[in-house]
């Protein structure tokens, strides 16, 4: 077994997916959502919020065609003031060379471009690449001459670039560019967004670095840090590196960029030196960071580049504070839905164990963040507590963000919601009761088309020797061991059937499969049924048996020959699991919640009835009696799913009783509770939702 177990991820177009649960998301993102996505970024979505994308992008092209025929450009914008949001004046017509939309408008296209790139690995589309052509040689025409490129800024505020990193996304949108242009590239071998990005991330340094006559400035919305190492690992110019390195390095060091920054954009009205923004994750150097703090979408970007960086470099300090920030986010501050960002008061993280459900955050972007973080931690230190977490929140939150037609899309995602409530109460005002069209503020339903595109890179990850098999997903792929091609296949019914296998097809190699076994499962099994002529180096490390098999932190490693026949097989017990939370956690008191492999369930007021708070359950009697939970075959939205019957009781109420009593038991009725998948809710029409159900 490979000494160093650092791993990089199966490339998305080398892994050809039929696994039926993630093959339909797949295509749903390719058919649906791709397609709707570019309507949406060319503003052709009726009632939905325009994304102004291809408008500002146009208008920034306008403009340096202007510039670049020594033509006067005088910018609708001109000298306007600097906003978050920019839209047209009231009853006004939108001004074809003004900026609008939030001021990270020009992500959401580098997002959808992403995610078309990781489609078309999966098979060519000449229309779609021709879309996404349209696409790139917009960005490619609104970049300015010096590489500059954010139409925020070209659009009549280029002189005042740069000057606030904190509150502004320049390089946030460099970022994304990154991913795109990688992508990009990986999909159709072109340089274009590539060349465009290196201009643009060479413009931001020479600006910002430690240098002398630079800013000291860093992202104050972090993902540069993950994607110039992506850069840098598809140029292999090592400056890309360095870059991100610099951000992470001089992020939160006295003093404050930001407050100098602030200091130099208000002058004498300038409040003075702050503690440093726990908002962007910059009131300490990474390394001493250990709470998971602050905008959570932010701050799982900003922990994804760390722990990029700390693989890359075996920085042992700014690995430990990985670790220290995972078991932060993670084991105290995250949802059972996989989802993080407890509070809408900064879309951030409240303090541990405080994870409410009906006011509930947990962006779909934070949680598509955490996956990148687990996936991240796994790439370093290959432990299934990762994969566990990484697991859940693609089934659950993640999914939950889009409807099962596509067409529709959670921005926050509650684990209780009350339609009349959310209509009429204001602390609820960030909660939408039923999935939205689009967005003003679409950073979320472009990051899913992204990541569910890219599934197989999360999937698998692998070194030199050592393959490992980290989610379940059916399919076939060509992975090289040591050297030589190996063609494998993965047969599985994740995530409803408990039964998985990894054989070979073709080719032979001397190497490792590692599988993991998720914790989700109380009894495992993994065997190589077939396969030959094994062997152990490095077994000292690991308790070893008779098969070549050894386990390590939730792994299974299978070191031999392999040949053509050879299988790993796996059996993983699903039963379903009454989940009771951390008794410190005083939102979820005396209650319990439902799941069964990386599904976590909730109940719907459309199969209940309603209010849910009515309803009972019995853990006691349901874990000693774990057959009286039913599991049923269901379909909701044509997706084929499991559902459960829980044995419960309703108690009985009125608006005749009075608002408090003397305590005295409670008149219930039996009943039973069904519960669908968290991630299938709302799409039966408007319902009360909860994950949490009373225990009595
Ligand atoms: O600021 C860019 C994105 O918009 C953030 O990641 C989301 O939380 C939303 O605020
Ligand atoms: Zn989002």
Redesign the pocket.
Known sequence: MAANLCSRPVAPGSYRVTDAFWLREMDLVRREVIPYQWEALNDRIPDAAPSWWMHNMRAAARRNAMKRAGKPWQPAGSGREMRFETLPEKGQAPDPDAFYG?V?QD?DGYKWIEAVSYQLMRGPDAALRATAQEAVDAICAAQEEDGYLDTYYSLGLRERAFTNLRDH?EL?CLGHLCEAAVAWHQATGQTDLLNAAMRFADCCAEKLGREPGKKRGYPG?EIAEMALIRLWEETGEQRFLEQAKYFIDERGRRPFYFDEEERERLGEAWGGPTQGSGYHQANAPVREQSEAQG????AMYLYSGMADAARITGDTALRAACKRLWHSAAEEKRYVTGGVGATHVG?AFSRPYDLPSDTAYS?T??SIGLAFFARRMLQMDPDSRYADVMEEALYNTVLSGMALDGRSFFYVNPLACDPEACKTDARLGHVKHVRQKWFG?A?CPPNIARIVSSLPSYAMTQNEDTLFVHLYVAGETEVTLNGRPLKLKVEAGLPWEGEASVSVLEGSAEGTIAVRIPGWCRDAKASAVTLRNILTPGAEELAGDEKGSREKSGYVYFTGAWEPGDRVELYFDMPVRVTAANPLSPETAGQVCFRRGPVTYCAESVDNEAPLCLWRVDPAALTADPDSIRVEDAEIGGMPMKRLLVPARIAAASREQPLYRDWAPEETEDGTLILIPYFAWDNRGETEMRVWLHAR
């Open positions: 939030f990270f992500s996304h946030y919305h905008h959570a979408v932010r879309e962006e972007c934070a503020c950073c």
